[in-house]
């Protein structure tokens, strides 16, 4: 898996689109999608911007399967594998980022409904 397969798992996982991504890196969605696709070569200081944003260390993005997170393998099978814990960490840590940003999206459209309530009322 190259590393820009691995990013857009890890975007996927995180419920992050590539036009939020792009945006936080200062570059256009297509510039982003370039990178995702392999046709970009990442720098090492846009790696590090990643790695912020996804709130992951570059040696997690670097090391990051897939197949562990998208039912390829089962993460139930602990056998002699190092990384099982680490990878059943971030499975966990990811998942809780994904709630986190739902709920976020949810108050905000909470506020933007009751803007919209208060406005209806003034008319």
Known sequence: MVIG???KS?????NYTQEYIAEQLGI???GYSKIEKGKTRMSLEKLQQLSLIL???????INFESQYYLGHRSIVDKR???NSQNSFELLIRLY???IALLEKLLCKT??????????????
Do not use: G, H, N
């Open 28 to 30: 256009t969605q297509a």
């Open 96 to 98: 809780e980022d994904k």
């Open 10 to 14: 890890i975007r996927k996982l995180k």
């Open 55 to 61: 709130e992951l260390p570059i040696e997690k993005i």
């Open 80 to 82: 002699t594998d190092a």
């Open 110 to 123: 909470d506020q933007e409904l009751e803007l919209y309530k208060q406005k209806c009322t003034m008319v």
């Open 5 to 7: 397969d691995k990013i």
